[in-house]
Structure formats: C-alpha cells, structure tokens
C-alpha cells in the first residue's frame, strides 16, 4: 500500500541501517536512535561543548500515562499516553500530538527532539516535544474520541500549559482534537485559556492560515530553491507524493506561481500530465479522502514511480523513509523538498549527497506550522487575531529569514542542506545552554 497523507508534524517510524560491508538493511533506526545521529553529525562541524551535546541526547522528562474511557458499548478499553518534553532552554515545549497504534516512548522522544531543531533553525522561542496515544483513532467513534481526548488532558494537565508545553495536532488527531484539549484543561483552570494549545479552530482563538502553514512553507522553500540552482518558477516541473494537507497546499500554491505540477497522489495511486495538472481541481485528503484517482488525467503513476519521474522538483509530502537506499539512484529530480518528516533514509541521504542532488530537509521546509503555531500563541497571549494576509505575510518572512541563515551555512561549509539546517539549529541550541549554564 501507498503513502496515505499526513500532517507536517508527522515523523518518520522508523529507519533502516545496515551493518559495515553488508549492503541489505537489517536492523530498524528508531527515530530516537536517527535523530541523535543526526545531532552528532551536526556538532562534528562546530566547536561546542561536548557536554552541551551530552545533554541535547537526553529528554528533560517523558510522562507516561493511563488513559481508561468507556466505549459505546459499555466496557472499559485503557490505553497508553505519552508526553516526551526534550529542551526548554529557549522557550515553553512545543510538538504535536498523535494518535496512532505505533506510538511509543522512544518515538515520542526522538520526535520531540525533531521539535526542539525545527524551532531553532526557525528562531522561534520554543523547545521541543511530542505526545500521543497508541491507539487507532479509526476505531473510535467521535464521542469516543472526545473522551479519549478530555481524559488524556486531565491525565498531563499538570505538566502542559501556555507557558510549559503547548500541544498541537498530528497524526491522526486535528483541530477539533486541539478545541477538546483546549476546552477540558480551561475547565478544570477555571477560565479560558486558549493558548494551551496551537492548531484550534479560528472560532475558538485558532490562526487563520495554520492549516495551509506547512504546505505553504514547502512552496516557499521549493520556490528559493528552483531560484538558487538558477532555474525558473514558471519553467519548473514538480511532482508531489502525498495529496493532504501539506501536499495539496503546496502543489496549489506552487501551480498558482507558474510552476508545471505534473503528478500527484494520495495512498490509492497518482495522476499524471506532462503538460500539467489543474492541481485545484483535484480533491484533497481532506475534502475527498483517497479521491486522487477518480481525477480524469492522460495518465497515471504508481506512488513509488511518482518519486521515480524525470522531473526538476520532487516533493515527498506523504510518509516517512519513502526514499531509500534501494530508489535513491532512480530518482531522476534535480531537487528533492522533503515535505513529510524523515521522508529520506540516512542512506539515501548518502546516495543523495554523492550524486549532488540536493535534499531540502523537513526542519525547514515544513516549519511553516510550528512559525504559525507560534503566530496563534501571539494571538492568544494578546487577545488578538491576525488576518490571513497578515499571517501569510509574516510566514513569508520567517521562511525567507530561515532560508538565508541555512543558505549562508551551506555556502561556508562544505555540506549538505540538511548539515547546513542542523548547524545552524544546534548552533543556536548550544549557545542558549551555554548562556544558561547548569543548575546547580
């Protein structure tokens, strides 16, 4: 089966690696085991202190609670939460909450130590975390799922807040997941406070724009890329895997700036047309789930042979590790937007790196929720919401900001986009920790 579409706060599952000389993948990387990697790969190229970097490895806290509701039915079902808080040196904890069977402790730490990155290498002031139930939101039922919801808040109250960790959606959960939470911890605080939460409905203190946010910001990011390798927007061809939030809103706006999208897919298959798609007329994850096939189009593409097509910009905006050791070679882009989290196997990456393709990593190109999530944490704080124009304006100008710092990295070293993203996240890190120093 295919990709099915996600939310851009998704993180890979799982990872594989290969022991030296054999050259099959035998062993699953956790996301905790690849992100650590990923941060020590980072602090080779900067003089840091090795035991800021010590600390960086390390949670602060992981709560693990018990979540009991009563089913329709009458019986009891317990399910397992989690609530991974990573590093608060700059800001109040930040990351999404899944629902989801896999999830599990490790998953939940190396996602949030994903957060804490993203947030710096966007200068947000905000550390990172990440939650969830392992649990299949699609055998509840809503009433089911509001329980589920309202009894897990009440189970982390005491360790979340506007001020100490802010939720916000991911897999498997969405805005109206966000308005429960939000609602069942005012409740028990007695007063509203909707800055608890990010990713709310607009009625009830939520952003115009934090939909779109991640999807718009792969198509800014895609955007400066096609610029800087010197090609242009209205001669670019994209094909995007993943047809959700994230995907359609970034195949949209990059079609409304010209660019040819030729191929698109959600987890039943893709459409294809080299002389492009109408991407607007196609149905979303969200309008019309698993609706990509029934768009009339000249052609269509398996999700694998999407990844595969001859095109100047390839958009893995679905699953994570969808780029592997086995397909790197065959990926014809002369670009790669990681639009999903971990879309790209530390192998591929590799492959990737020696053939020169260009890989724009996932803590930039879809920071654009977390910038506005922080955006809806303003609003609330102050009482006040922004237009979309006004929104749209201000992720604009973060997304640039964050482009020129990582580009300049890039130019100064020699490596990767990824390399250069973390460098300048750990940088950033590091320097707030050594600036704090350690108590007592």
Request: hydrophobic content about 35%; glycine content about 10%; aromatic content about 6%.
């Amino acid at each position: 089966m295919g990709p099915t579409s996600t939310t851009a706060g998704d993180g890979p599952r799982a990872e594989t690696r290969s022991e030296p000389n054999d050259p099959e993948p035998n062993e699953p990387e956790s996301a905790l085991e690849t992100a650590r990697r990923q941060l020590q790969h980072a602090a080779d190229h900067l003089d840091i202190d090795p035991n800021v970097v010590e600390r960086l490895k390390h949670p602060k806290r992981v709560h693990e609670v018990t979540v009991p509701i009563e089913r329709e039915d009458g019986d009891v079902a317990v399910y397992t939460g989690y609530r991974a808080q990573h590093d608060s040196v700059r800001g109040p904890y930040k990351g999404g909450l899944r629902y989801h069977p896999d999830v599990t402790r490790e998953e939940c730490v190396g996602l949030g130590m994903w957060m804490t990155w993203k947030c710096a290498v966007m200068d947000i002031p905000f550390g990172g975390a990440k939650g969830g139930i392992a649990v299949n939101p699609k055998d509840l039922t809503d009433e089911e799922t509001e329980r589920l919801t309202r009894r897990f808040t009440d189970e982390i109250r005491a360790v979340i807040g506007p001020t100490t960790d802010i939720p916000a959606p991911d897999m498997g959960t969405d805005p109206q997941t966000m308005a429960w939470l939000m609602d069942a911890y005012s409740m028990q605080e007695g007063e509203t406070i909707p800055g608890v939460v990010t990713g709310k409905p607009p009625v009830v203190g939520g952003s115009e724009g934090r939909d779109e946010a991640p999807g718009r910001s792969v198509a800014i990011v895609a955007r400066e890329a096609v610029d800087y390798y010197g090609k242009a927007i209205g001669e670019t061809s994209v094909a995007v895997q993943g047809f959700g939030s994230v995907g359609a809103n970034a195949a949209t706006l990059l079609d409304d700036w010209g660019a040819n999208v030729v191929a698109v897919s959600d987890v039943t298959g893709g459409v294809y047309d080299p002389d492009g798609l109408d991407t607007r007329a196609i149905p979303s994850h969200r309008e019309d789930p698993e609706a990509v096939m029934t768009h009339e189009a000249p052609g269509t593409v398996t999700n694998d042979a999407l990844l595969e097509l001859d095109v100047d910009v390839v958009i893995p905006a679905a699953i994570g590790n969808v780029l592997t050791a086995d397909n790197a070679d065959d990926v014809a882009a002369d670009i790669v937007i990681e639009g999903a989290n971990g879309p790209t196997t530390s192998a591929a990456s590799e492959v990737f790196a020696e053939r020169d393709v260009p890989v724009i990593p996932d803590i930039l190109a879809n920071a654009g929720g977390v910038t506005v999530s922080y955006f809806e944490w303003l609003q609330d704080i102050n009482r006040r919401a922004w237009s979309l124009d006004r929104v749209n304006d201000e992720l604009e100008t973060e997304m640039l900001g964050a482009w020129g710092d990582v580009r300049e990295e890039f130019e100064a070293r020699d490596v990767t986009w990824r390399d250069a993203a973390y460098i300048v996240a750990l940088s950033r890190i590091a320097e707030a920790h050594e600036a704090r120093g350690l108590w007592p």
